[in-house]
C-alpha cells in the first residue's frame, strides 16, 4: 500500500466563505482520501448569497502554477470549475494536453446560483472547442446542459435533455453527467449518458432550501473516486451519495444559501463516541 494518498489537481476560482469553488473543491477531495493540488483561475468577492465580482487570474500563472506541481507530483485526475477567462480556457487547456490519459472531470460553471453571470459566449464557444475533446465527464446541470448545446440561430431550438446530452458527447466529451436540481420535478433526477445514450439514472429525495457549492462537491467528488481507482459508473453513483448525505447535513452559516458540510462523516463518527461515553 503506497504511503502517497491518490493526488487530485483542480483548477478553480477562490470564493472566500467557503462553499464552492477552491476551498469547496480541497475540502471535498481531502474528505474523500486525496490530496488536493489547487490551481487558482479567478478570484471572486463573493458570501453565500452570491458573486459581487470576478477577477481572473493572468493566465500564464495560471499555467505556470499548474506546470509546478504537475512536475513535482503525479496527479491522478484532473478537475475544473470556474475558469474565469478565455485565456485560461486555453492555457488550461495546453497543459492538460499533455496529459491525455489522465481523467478529467468538467463543472462548466457559467453562473452563480443567484444567477450572476460566470461566462460570456466567447468563454463557453473557448470551453466547447479546447476543453471539451479532452473531457472524461462533465456535470452540467440541467441549465448548463442546454446553454452548452444552444443554437443561437434557431431560437426556438429547445432540446431534451438527452439530446443535449448527446450533441455534448459529439464534441468529444466521453461522459455526461446531467444533475437535476433545477427541474420541477417531485425528486432530483441525474441522469449519466455516455456514448451509447444512457449509462444510469439515479432518483434523489429533494432536499430543502438552496445549496451553495452543490456542483462543486459532485465533480470534486468523482474527480476523487476516479483517482481512487474506480470505474466511472461506480464513481458516479458514490460521488453522488456523499453530495447528498453533505447537502443533507449542511447548515446556514452566513444569510444566504446552505453549505454543503463535506465532513458530516467526521462529525457523526464524533457524535457516535459522545453518545456512546454518555451511556457509560
Same mark, same amino acid.
Given at each position: 500500500?503506497?504511503?502517497t494518498p491518490p493526488i487530485v489537481l483542480?483548477?478553480?476560482?477562490?470564493?472566500?466563505?467557503?462553499?464552492?469553488?477552491?476551498?469547496?473543491?480541497?475540502?471535498?477531495?481531502?474528505?474523500?482520501?486525496?490530496?488536493?493540488?489547487?490551481?487558482?483561475?479567478?478570484?471572486?468577492?463573493?458570501? #453565500?448569497?452570491?458573486?459581487?465580482?470576478? +477577477?481572473?487570474?493572468?493566465?500564464?500563472?495560471?499555467?505556470?502554477?499548474?506546470?509546478?506541481?504537475?512536475?513535482?507530483?503525479?496527479?491522478?485526475?484532473?478537475?475544473?470549475?470556474?475558469?474565469?477567462?478565455? +485565456?485560461?480556457?486555453?492555457?488550461?487547456?495546453?497543459?492538460?494536453?499533455?496529459?491525455?490519459?489522465?481523467?478529467?472531470?468538467?463543472?462548466?460553471?457559467?453562473?452563480?446560483?443567484?444567477?450572476?453571470?460566470?461566462?460570456?459566449?466567447?468563454?463557453?464557444?473557448?470551453?466547447?472547442?479546447?476543453?471539451?475533446?479532452?473531457?472524461?465527464?462533465?456535470?452540467?446541470?440541467?441549465?448548463?446542459?442546454?446553454?452548452?448545446?444552444?443554437?443561437?440561430?434557431?431560437?426556438?431550438?429547445?432540446?431534451?435533455?438527452?439530446?443535449?446530452?448527446?450533441?455534448?458527447?459529439?464534441?468529444?466529451?466521453?461522459?455526461?453527467?446531467?444533475?437535476?436540481?433545477?427541474?420541477?420535478?417531485?425528486?432530483?433526477?441525474?441522469?449519466?449518458?455516455?456514448?451509447?445514450?444512457?449509462?444510469?439514472?439515479?432518483?434523489?429525495?429533494?432536499?430543502?432550501?438552496?445549496?451553495?457549492?452543490?456542483?462543486?462537491?459532485?465533480?470534486?467528488?468523482?474527480?476523487?473516486?476516479?483517482a481512487n481507482g474506480l470505474p466511472i459508473?461506480?464513481?458516479?453513483?458514490?460521488?453522488?451519495?456523499? #453530495?447528498?448525505?453533505?447537502?443533507?447535513?449542511?447548515?446556514?452559516?452566513?444569510?444566504?444559501?446552505?453549505?454543503?458540510?463535506?465532513?458530516?462523516?467526521?462529525?457523526? +463518527?464524533?457524535?457516535? +463516541?459522545?453518545?456512546?461515553? #454518555?451511556?457509560?
Open positions: 500500500m503506497s504511503d483542480t483548477f478553480a476560482a477562490t470564493d472566500p466563505s467557503g462553499g464552492a469553488g477552491l476551498q469547496a473543491d480541497i475540502l471535498t477531495i481531502a474528505s474523500m482520501g486525496c490530496h488536493p493540488l489547487s490551481i487558482v483561475t479567478a478570484i471572486t468577492v463573493q458570501d #453565500t448569497s452570491g458573486v459581487d465580482d470576478v +477577477e481572473p487570474i493572468d493566465a500564464e500563472l495560471v499555467a505556470d502554477q499548474a506546470r509546478a506541481v504537475l512536475e513535482d507530483m503525479p496527479v491522478a485526475a484532473f478537475k475544473i470549475g470556474l475558469l474565469g477567462s478565455v +485565456e485560461n480556457i486555453a492555457a488550461i487547456a495546453e497543459v492538460i494536453s499533455d496529459y491525455p490519459d489522465i481523467p478529467l472531470v468538467l463543472d462548466p460553471v457559467l453562473a452563480s446560483g443567484r444567477g450572476d453571470e460566470l461566462a460570456n459566449e466567447d468563454m463557453v464557444d473557448a470551453l466547447r472547442e479546447l476543453l471539451l475533446p479532452q473531457t472524461t465527464i462533465l456535470t452540467p446541470n440541467s441549465m448548463e446542459a442546454r446553454r452548452l448545446v444552444q443554437d443561437e440561430e434557431n431560437e426556438q431550438d429547445d432540446p431534451a435533455l438527452a439530446e443535449c446530452a448527446k450533441r455534448i458527447i459529439l464534441l468529444g466529451c466521453e461522459y455526461v453527467l446531467v444533475t437535476g436540481t433545477h427541474e420541477h420535478t417531485p425528486k432530483v433526477i441525474n441522469t449519466l449518458y455516455g456514448e451509447r445514450g444512457l449509462v444510469r439514472s439515479d432518483n434523489w429525495p429533494r432536499l430543502p432550501g438552496i445549496y451553495h457549492g452543490s456542483g462543486c462537491t459532485l465533480a470534486s467528488a468523482i474527480a476523487a473516486l476516479l459508473e461506480d464513481a458516479v453513483r458514490e460521488a453522488q451519495e456523499y #453530495t447528498w448525505e453533505a447537502l443533507k447535513y449542511g447548515f446556514r452559516a452566513g444569510m444566504g444559501q446552505h453549505i454543503p458540510d463535506r465532513l458530516f462523516w467526521a462529525r457523526d +463518527e464524533d457524535d457516535d +463516541e459522545n453518545e456512546e461515553e #454518555t451511556r457509560h
